[in-house]
Structures are given as structure tokens and as C-alpha cells.
């Protein structure tokens, strides 16, 4: 019961009013002004009873040095996916590599694919951050195993913003569970096969964020049949049925 009441805060949860007050000084006065905005944004929207069809969201990923970010490790590329319903829409992305100027490890290198080279050249994390931020706007997002990504946009944003991370973040387990609830269905890799879908470029921020959206569609499509019309029906099946 405990999982199912902090998911319920993440969804319905609301911005600090003075959530903003601490921003760098370097930050000008367009940005503070979309800041505000976005919040006012968030505050206002009710995620919950948005029919399926209208529900729009940014399906993101994020390659990192390691998993924990309290420990020194960093995010290295962002990639993100619009999907409104039951679409993808591919002409909606983004994707930025981040600037990071130490060694990477061997393991990193191989799973990632990126280079030392590039990653010095890549743009900073804050201007990394406040892209993706315009791009989301209030929009919720939605992640594999969306908790790596949660911890790490925390620490990102407070770090280099000075302001906390407070989308609204859903996880896809949350629908695997009903659509295949005997299946086991945890990795990425396993969802996607389940579904048929192919990623052409595995640990690729932006190629999983797309195989991500792909998966979460095919089981917006599932939940659809099965009669749930929003969110909130999602939440409280699982409510009565799990705990």
C-alpha cells in the first residue's frame, strides 16, 4: 500500500510556490518568467482524469556514468519522445549529449557507444537542462524503471538549477502489470520483444526513449480494450487488486 500511496503523491503532487526563489543569478529574466509559468502549469493540471486519448506525455531516457548520482555519477546524453494517446510522435524529440570531462569507464564506453571526445564537446548540463525543460513544458513523463531516472533528474536539477524536479513521473511497470501480469516482463529488452518492437540502437538515449514509447503505447492500446478510460481507473484497479 505504501508503493501505491507514494505513486498517487508523485502524480497529484504540486510545485513549491517558492520553488524558484533560489535560481542562479546568471538566469535571465525569459527564464524565470517560462519557470513561473511552467509551475503555474503543473499546478493547474489534472493528469488523472485526462481521457487516454487526449493524455499527452514525453517518454524520456538517460545515459549515465553509473547509478548513483549522490556518489559523483553524471547524466551523459538525454533523449526524449512525445506521445499523445495511444501515437508516438516521431517528429517530436530531443535528444543532447551532456558535457563531462573525465574518463569514462570501459563499461560505460561499450554500453554507450559515446566517446570521451564528444562528450567534452557537448553543451553543459544546465543548458542541456533548461532545453529539456522547455521542451517537456508541464507535460508528465514517463520512464523504464523510471526511478534511475527520477534520482538522477533530482540531483541534476537542484544541482545546477537550484530548483527541484517536480514533474509528475510515471513508470511503465505500473501498466505492464495489468496488460501481462503473469509474463514477468521486466527489462526493457523483454517488454519490447513481447511487443515485437525493435530498438535500432540499444543504450542510445534517444533510440530507448523511442522503444520506451513504443512499449507504453501498445499498452495504452491493451488497458484501452480492457475498458480503463483514464489514469485514475489504472490507480484504482491496482489499489484493489494488489494491496
Not at 517537456?136 to 533528474?153: C, G, N, Q
Not at 511503465?172 to 503473469?182: D, M, Q
Not at 543504450?203 to 491493451?222: N, P, S, Y
Request: with cysteine; charged share 20%.
Amino acid at each position: 500500500m505504501h508503493q501505491m500511496f507514494h505513486f498517487i503523491k508523485q502524480l497529484s503532487g504540486r510545485l513549491n510556490p517558492s520553488l524558484y526563489s533560489s535560481l542562479p543569478s546568471q538566469s535571465n529574466a525569459a527564464s524565470i518568467a517560462f519557470l513561473r509559468q511552467l509551475q503555474r502549469e503543473i499546478r493547474a493540471e489534472d493528469v488523472l482524469h485526462i481521457p487516454f486519448p487526449k493524455l499527452k506525455l514525453t517518454v524520456f531516457d538517460l545515459e549515465t556514468t553509473g547509478f548513483y548520482p549522490q556518489n559523483g555519477d553524471r547524466i551523459l546524453s538525454i533523449g526524449a519522445v512525445k506521445v499523445i494517446g495511444d501515437q508516438v510522435l516521431d517528429d517530436e524529440t530531443y535528444y543532447s549529449l551532456v558535457n563531462y570531462n573525465e574518463p569514462l569507464s570501459e563499461d560505460v564506453k561499450l554500453l554507450t557507444g559515446l566517446s570521451e571526445e564528444e562528450l567534452s564537446l557537448a553543451p553543459p548540463i544546465e543548458q542541456v537542462l533548461q532545453e529539456f525543460y522547455q521542451f517537456i513544458k508541464s507535460e508528465p513523463l514517463v520512464a523504464h524503471h523510471a526511478h534511475h531516472e527520477k534520482r538522477f533528474m533530482q540531483h541534476a536539477t537542484w544541482s545546477t538549477l537550484k530548483m527541484s524536479f517536480q514533474h509528475r513521473l510515471l513508470d511503465t511497470s505500473f501498466l505492464i502489470n495489468i496488460v501481462e501480469p503473469r509474463k514477468n516482463l521486466v527489462t526493457l529488452d523483454d517488454c519490447c520483444t513481447h511487443f515485437g518492437i525493435s530498438i535500432s540502437r540499444r543504450h542510445h538515449a534517444l533510440h530507448d526513449a523511442i522503444g520506451t514509447a513504443k512499449f507504453w503505447v501498445e499498452c495504452i492500446r491493451q488497458i484501452k480494450k480492457l475498458g480503463f478510460v483514464n489514469l485514475l481507473d489504472v490507480y484504482n484497479y491496482l489499489a484493489k487488486t494488489r494491496y
